[in-house]
């Protein structure tokens, strides 16, 4: 689905029309599996989102918008989306400069939000965080979570960049084995404050609060969010009359029956990368099973990073066989060096 999305994501193309094509791709491609299981839910876990530059996130327009923003080339765009099946989901983002390639490659500040992006992504996989070669912040207070089944944020987390308040709330946790998590990497060449604006909010999540809706709109933006998408965030959009969506939704956010994600925004001329994946953190090692490689040619920096011992970790192997692997490559290679300078020397 990514990979399809990615390929319409291209200067003109408006971003309602590719948030649609996500969603509508996601439940093409859940709907052909498990077709004997005539009662098990599948389809959207997070709603196709697609946030440019300085925007850091939960960016869904609805088709009742007036203006439509369009992508334009040079815009550093960042794709979230989420699928479920029986209640397991599997979430990803990915991040890319509209034009950048290794022939042309992005350079500058976006350059380096990419990059940065990239390698915090890269660190986090094994369990480690860089610090800022790039001269970039992690955005203030965006976590990573433990998924379970119908449960997309479970009672672990860990924070990235938490100020005073949040360091209270959450506790610490240990990683276990079998656990699956997903990791969320947010990165802003800007102080990393993400900053509410005049954007609407259109993707929303229920929450267990009892409470008996008046309005026959909201009762009905209820029942219909029920059957939909249990305990998924929704975009407005998917709902059968989105102008009764957006009246019924006032009060259930009212009375804490929705959450609103709000549009989070960093200062203008700031850019803003993302990377999330899923990954299971399996007895010989951890496991990404979500996401696209990353062409680190297609962006140029001025900056790089220098620590040695963080170069390790981001070039380590994943698991133990894959180590195994890398250690027995290695090592054929020294051979075939010495075996050269032998030949070459007699």
């Not at 975009?235 to 059968?240: G, K």
Request: aromatic share 8%; charged share 30%; glycine share 6%.
């Amino acid at each position: 689905v990514l990979k399809r999305l990615l390929e319409k994501c291209i200067s003109g193309a408006r971003i309602l029309d590719l948030c649609e094509l996500g969603d509508r791709l996601i439940q093409e491609e859940t709907a052909k599996v498990f077709k004997k299981e005539k009662e098990m839910k599948k389809g959207v876990a997070f709603p196709t989102c697609i946030s440019r530059n300085n925007c850091i996130c939960h960016f869904s327009p609805l088709r009742s918008d007036g203006c439509q923003p369009e992508l334009a080339d040079g815009d550093l765009v960042k794709i979230d989306l989420g699928a479920h099946i029986d209640g397991f989901a599997a979430c990803v983002a990915h991040s890319f400069v509209i034009g950048a390639s290794a022939a042309a490659p992005a350079t500058g500040r976006k350059a380096d939000a990419m990059l940065a992006a990239h390698y915090v992504a890269e660190a986090c996989m094994r369990l480690l965080k860089p610090g800022r070669a790039y001269k970039c912040t992690m955005v203030e207070n965006m976590q990573c979570h433990l998924a379970k089944q119908h449960v997309v944020e479970a009672d672990k987390s860990v924070v990235w960049n938490p100020d005073e308040t949040v360091k209270k709330a959450v506790e610490k946790c240990e990683f276990d084995v079998h656990e699956v998590w997903n990791v969320d990497v947010l990165v802003s060449t800007g102080d990393g404050k993400a900053k509410e604006r005049d954007t609407k909010t259109t993707v929303f999540r229920k929450k267990e609060t009892v409470y008996s809706l008046k309005m026959k709109a909201s009762r009905q933006f209820f029942s219909e969010m029920n059957a939909k998408f249990q305990a998924y965030p929704f975009s407005l959009r998917s709902f059968e009359d989105e102008n009764k969506a957006r009246m019924g939704v006032v009060e259930c956010v009212k009375h804490s029956l929705v959450e609103p994600l709000t549009v989070y925004w960093e200062k203008d001329a700031e850019f803003v990368a993302q990377f999330k994946f899923t990954l299971l953190l399996m007895p010989n090692g951890q496991m990404r099973i979500t996401g696209l490689p990353f062409d680190t040619a297609a962006y140029k920096s001025d900056n790089k990073i220098e620590d040695a011992e963080l170069l390790k970790v981001i070039t380590g192997a994943l698991n133990k066989k894959a180590q195994k692997k890398k250690a027995k490559k290695k090592a054929a290679g020294d051979l075939a060096s010495a075996v050269e300078s032998v030949k070459i020397s007699g």
